[in-house]
């Protein structure tokens, strides 16, 4: 038994005639009736009684066609669920990123779960080493770090570039404007964020003060910004984070200014070249770099028109 005779069949309960039934077929009506004869003499039963004018199903011939529907259904919806996988329409996607990023993630997942509401995702955090030890492990579709890159063997699309901040803690009277000069941070307590990485934000900023005569007191580092900002908060010292960073508190809860000079840090999409990318990452690494683009160009409108 194959599932043609099982659509056969239901199509001819359907169609109460196997003429019209040929008809929706698009099939002679002659090979139409042998296969339905074929179909009883394999199950030693009649299926049809062919006393009037219309076929009717007999008891068995009910239970035959509820039960032949069910497996039809069942086809069907496989057949569309693992079309849909390869369309990147439904299943899961998983997604790495560095915590000073995340404030990146909502307004591109918005997008894509108006268009893709039956992909789910699967977030995982940590420094941007980690980030590239997940995509190397095959643990995730796609990740998002900051630059450089250290495995040889990552497609990168460029995100965006943005300053280094000095974020003050309550009370502290450091800041007073949209800038401070590096050279006016030798005095207090700092605390840099630092990944494991060779070269970052961590080394960037302490040779700029040391080119600036000056040995910065670091007294903490931390590849989660999230814990930096919390030990702003308790007057611990004068953080060192990327200014996407300030995002993730409400707006106006931290005092923070631009260092001079400027230092700046790259961020990226990044992806396994040695692994086939999922219709749904394709899709969701578009919508993701497509997003950036028009809410930092709109952030550019608003603060020129300002």
């Known amino acids: 038994m ?14 109460g005639q196997i003429t019209r039934a ?4 698009h099939m002679a009506q002659p090979p139409l009736s042998l296969q339905l ?7 030693g039963v009649q299926l049809l009684d062919r006393s009037n004018t219309r076929v009717e199903p007999t008891q068995a011939g009910w239970t035959f066609y509820h039960r032949a529907k069910e497996i039809l259904n069942s ?27 995340v404030s990146y993630l ?11 509401p039956q992909v789910t995702f699967r977030l995982w955090e940590g420094d941007s080493p980690y980030v590239e030890q997940l995509l190397r492990d095959h643990q995730i579709d796609l990740g998002i770090t900051r630059l450089p890159v250290e495995s040889p063997d990552m497609g990168m ?8 901040v000095a974020v003050q803690p309550p009370g502290w009277q ?41 040995h910065p007191k670091i007294i903490c580092e931390s590849p989660d910004v999230a814990t930096l900002l919390t030990l702003v908060d308790s007057a611990i010292g004068i953080a060192i984070v ?65």
């Open 2 to 15: 194959d599932i043609k005779k099982l659509l056969y069949f239901v199509t001819i309960v359907e169609e």
């Open 22 to 25: 040929a008809q929706r077929l």
């Open 37 to 43: 004869k074929a179909l009883e003499r394999e199950l």
């Open 75 to 101: 086809v069907e919806g496989m057949v569309t669920e693992i079309k849909e996988l390869g369309q990147g329409i439904r299943g899961q996607l998983s997604i790495g990123t560095v915590m000073s990023c």
């Open 106 to 116: 909502p307004r591109p997942i918005r997008q894509f779960q108006a268009l893709y």
């Open 157 to 164: 699309i460029r995100l965006h570039t943005e300053p280094l």
């Open 174 to 214: 450091v800041l007073h404007g949209d800038q401070i000069r590096i050279e006016e941070l030798k005095d207090f307590e700092l605390m840099v964020l630092h990944g494991q990485g060779s070269r970052g934000l961590f080394s960037m900023f302490h040779e700029t003060c040391q080119s600036y005569g000056f």
């Open 242 to 306: 990327p200014k996407l960073a300030v995002q993730l508190r409400p707006e106006g809860t931290l005092v923070y200014a631009e260092i001079v000079p400027q230092m700046s840090s790259d961020t990226a999409i990044i992806w396994s070249e040695g692994r086939r990318l999922s219709q749904a990452a394709e899709h969701f690494r578009t919508i993701l770099v497509d997003s950036l683009s028009s809410q930092f160009i709109e952030g550019s409108s608003d603060a020129n028109g300002l």
